[in-house]
């Protein structure tokens, strides 16, 4: 594979943060915690759509994961031993409010407990999502995210999250990207609950939205010290070609995935151009909605992984593109993320923000108890390297968290993909560090080192 960007060295890397920068690994409760049916845990979608037959590559499921659950105190010294400052994780709805209303679990919230406690004993900010996308099923079997009423009882989800560690997490997501929820889950099909209507996931990413700003506003009133925000997935869009008709297809496509998102949340509106795109697909809002989304954020969380290139014929061939891929035939694109960070930074007044999710997955074979992982190793240098250079440009960057900490269930492509600094030997369960982690702990000892810590 071609390697197309120069990759700073760890020095130039770590001299071109501030002090008070998040460093972070990132995970999520459905795609490590395993314990499926434990303790109480209620079931969810995603437990109930890998039971669907060809849904997911190989397979699998998240009954066990990287039974995470039960390896708690050695996962949380495994994250402890990178030299990170914050561990961004989620809380799985079913497994501490198994339907979603009504009674609590004990069991359940005794985990997150154990897990922020430990967090905090070892120096690490927890910072908690409560949505990445885990939904209790008995939400779903009344219609999920179409069914307004969810929004509602998300409320009472992140209110009851927020009495019992509001006192103890830096900071409180609402959801992990949106838009995967509503495209992928409900007009693509290919995620959990595996709905196809552009219809139906138009009108879901409104509900997504307004239990975000509901959410929001209840947290608030309840004195939530946390930093509040949302993780939106974005990449910068460009026309595959001069054309008109890929131009006009690169302002839909950036219109339907990032300003449709963005705008609301920012300014309190939906764009026009991607509404009367919609047509009758557009969503029911009702009075008062837009101002209830557009609550004061706190911090903006953007993962990123690649670039999107928009063509009106069609899919754009990743092959003709020119660029070195991931192991899910993403191209690697480092400018593209400083390109995405001033185009959000010039066009809205943005918080503080976060890369809350960017790393790769690539082939990591284990040679004598060692894995060499330098494309990935490459692939983090090179985007902290365009966080780096968007800072420089005035874009007001907070944090870099890597996806991921771990190999884990990566959604309907299974286990296959691999996107951990840690490997995971998924028989034994046994964690080794690859290449990659020793270099980004050795990054952040030299970026301490800067602070004279
Ligand atoms: C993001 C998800 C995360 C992980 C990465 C590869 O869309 O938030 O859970 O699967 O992609």
């Known amino acids: 594979m071609s390697l197309p960007n120069a990759a700073p060295s760890t020095a130039e890397l770590a001299a071109q943060f501030p002090a008070d920068f998040t460093w972070g690994v990132a995970t999520s409760s459905f795609q490590i915690e395993g314990a499926a049916t434990e303790d109480g845990k209620g079931e969810s979608i995603w437990d109930r759509f890998c039971r669907v037959p060809g849904a997911i590559a190989d397979a699998s499921n998240g009954d066990v994961a990287c039974d995470h659950v039960h390896r708690l105190e050695s996962d949380l010294d495994l994250i402890a031993s990178l030299g990170v400052n914050t561990y961004r994780f989620s809380t799985a709805w079913p497994r501490v409010q198994p339907l979603g209303h009504g009674a609590w679990n004990e069991k359940g919230l005794a985990f997150y407990d154990r897990l922020v406690d430990g967090l905090l004993a070892r120096g690490i900010q927890p910072w908690l999502t409560l949505n990445h996308w885990d939904l209790p099923q008995a939400l779903q079997d009344q219609g999920g995210w179409l069914n307004r009423d969810t929004a509602a009882r998300f409320v009472d989800y992140a209110v009851g999250m927020q009495r019992r560690l509001g006192d103890r997490v830096a900071s409180i997501c609402t959801h992990n990207e949106p838009w995967v929820i509503a495209v992928l889950g409900h007009e693509l099909g290919v995620f959990a609950p595996g709905q196809k209507s552009r219809a139906a996931a138009i009108q879901v990413s409104h509900h997504l939205l307004l239990a975000h700003g509901m959410a929001l506003q209840a947290l608030r009133a309840e004195g939530a010290t946390a930093k509040l925000g949302i993780v939106l997935n974005l990449s910068p869009t ?10 006009a297809q690169a302002r839909i496509d950036d219109g339907r995935s990032l300003r449709w998102f963005v705008d609301p949340l920012l300014r309190g509106e939906y764009p026009v151009d991607i509404l009367e795109h919609l047509g009758a697909d557009a969503p029911q809002v009702q009075p008062g909605d837009l101002a209830q989304i557009a609550q004061p954020l706190d911090w903006l969380g953007i993962n990123n992984y690649s670039r ?3 063509q009106a014929s069609g899919p754009f061939d990743v092959k003709t593109g020119g660029l070195p891929l991931t192991e899910m035939g993403w191209e690697i694109y480092p400018q593209g993320l400083t390109d995405l960070l001033v185009r959000l930074h010039t066009d809205y007044s943005l918080p503080p923000t976060y890369i809350t999710e960017n790393g790769g997955a690539f082939p990591d074979p ?3 108890g060692q894995v060499h992982d330098p494309d990935r190793t490459h692939y983090l240098q090179t985007h902290m390297a365009a966080v780096a250079q968007a800072m420089r440009q005035g874009v ?9 900490l771990m190999d884990n269930f990566e959604w309907s492509s ?3 993909k691999r996107f951990g600094i840690v490997h995971v030997d998924y028989a034994t369960q046994q964690r080794t560090l690859k290449d990659s982690a020793h270099w980004y702990r050795g990054l952040l000892a030299a970026w301490r080192a800067n602070q004279g810590a």
Do not use: C, L, R
């Not at 460009?238 to 131009?247: F, G, L, Q």
């Open 238 to 247: 460009y026309p595959a070609s001069n054309k008109p008709e890929d131009i």
């Open 308 to 310: 999107h290139m928009a």
């Open 366 to 368: 284990v040679t004598d």
């Open 396 to 404: 007001p960057m907070a944090g870099y968290m890597v996806w991921s």
């Open 414 to 416: 299974g286990y296959a």
